[in-house]
């Protein structure tokens, strides 16, 4: 139920018995709240309403704004993309560095072993000083039946080092992903140690580009004693 308020208004008056009698007329309180929300109040003057603590907002990026994030996402995916092709370059080296170290080391290793246990220099299929070269040793290593001594070669076939031994198939030493560009055998003798071989190998990686990776190389130098004639 809705309380009658009463206004009084000075406009609103009657003549009773020669009198002024004032007028109040009753306006419910739904009224004058239907009144104050339609912005007018009884006296006819505009009310301005505001929500408090409530603003919106339809503002949206600018082409401007929009031109810096995109450029700045730019910089961050060159950076990005920069920084993974350095890794991956890197490792490539490594990977590459790594297979060429092993490769010379374990083809040093084999032909040092070999010359240590032989018997002599063959130099009649030997080729000294020059590259790429070829020793021929003889030796009582792996000696076939009815035999006292065997003889096996060291040589270079397709970029790969091989080692022969008489009667049987080349055994490769060096890997497929690799390629001897040099290997010199030097024949000397030392008055104190006697007959001597020293070894000059390098090997390089075997891909065909100019990529930074790929372009890396080794050299080892090393001198054997043939100790088997003792």
């Keep these: 139920m809705t309380t009658p308020i009463y206004e009084s208004h000075a406009n609103d008056t009657n003549n009773y018995s020669g009198g002024r009698i004032r007028v109040s007329r009753v306006r419910s309180a739904s009224e004058r709240y239907s009144g104050a929300l339609f912005g007018w109040a009884h006296s006819g003057a505009p009310i301005r309403l505001q929500r408090r603590g409530l603003r919106y907002s339809n503002a949206g990026f600018t082409l401007v704004e929009m031109l810096v994030y995109v450029a700045i996402l730019t910089i961050i995916l060159a950076l990005v993309v920069g920084l993974m092709w350095n890794l991956i370059r890197s490792y490539t080296r490594y990977r590459v560095e790594r297979e060429i170290s092993t490769n010379v080391r374990e083809a040093m290793n084999y032909m040092i072993r070999e010359i240590k246990s032989a018997q002599g220099v063959y130099a009649s299929t030997s080729v000294f000083t020059s590259h790429p070269g070829q020793l021929s040793l003889e030796t009582r290593v792996s000696v076939p039946a009815d ?39 030097t ?19 075997r891909e065909n580009t100019s990529r930074f990776e790929f372009q890396a190389q080794q050299s080892l130098t090393s001198s054997a004693a043939l100790r088997g004639q003792y």
């Design 187 to 205: 024949n000397f003798t030392n008055p104190t140690i006697g007959e001597l071989v020293r070894l000059d190998l390098t090997i390089e990686h």
């Design 147 to 185: 035999e006292t001594t065997t003889f096996i070669d060291f040589y270079i076939d397709n970029g790969q080092l091989l080692i022969k031994r008489e009667g049987q198939d080349p055994f490769v030493i060096t890997s497929d992903r690799v390629s001897v560009s040099n290997l010199v055998f």
